[in-house]
């Protein structure tokens, strides 16, 4: 019995609706975004109901490609509690994104280390 390689092993995603499927190739995965029809309000993810007038008229949608970086920092210290990355702990960036549609979100981004 052999251990799959990178590229067999099965993808999950670390939340149900939050991207396009299938998950790969990745170059092809986008973001999905839920906009509400009575406020137009757009939320990051596939969403029962709007987070800013309670409607549940919301139409689903992959989000753009690219975003704006607003600003970032790199996180150089291990995060306490149940950190699952990898081991010893390896520096990374965390960016704070605007999506041309109008959301923000903060998402691990790649920078020099
Ligand atoms: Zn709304």
């Known amino acids: 019995m052999s251990r799959p390689n990178a590229s067999e092993k099965k993808q999950i995603p670390i939340a149900e609706g939050l991207f396009t499927t299938p998950l790969s190739p990745a170059a092809q995965v986008r973001l999905m975004g839920s906009q509400c029809k009575n406020c ?34 790199v996180i150089r210290h291990k995060p306490p509690g149940d950190y699952r990355g990898p081991e010893p702990f390896v520096p990374f960036g965390l960016g704070l994104v605007e999506m041309p549609e109008g959301i923000r979100f903060l998402s691990p981004i790649q920078c020099p280390r």
């Not at 757009?42 to 600003?71: D, F, I």
């Open 40 to 73: 137009r309000e757009v939320s990051l993810g596939k969403r029962q109901t709007c987070g800013n007038c309670g409607g549940v008229n919301l139409e689903e949608n992959p989000l753009s490609r690219r975003g704006k970086l607003w600003t970032y920092t």
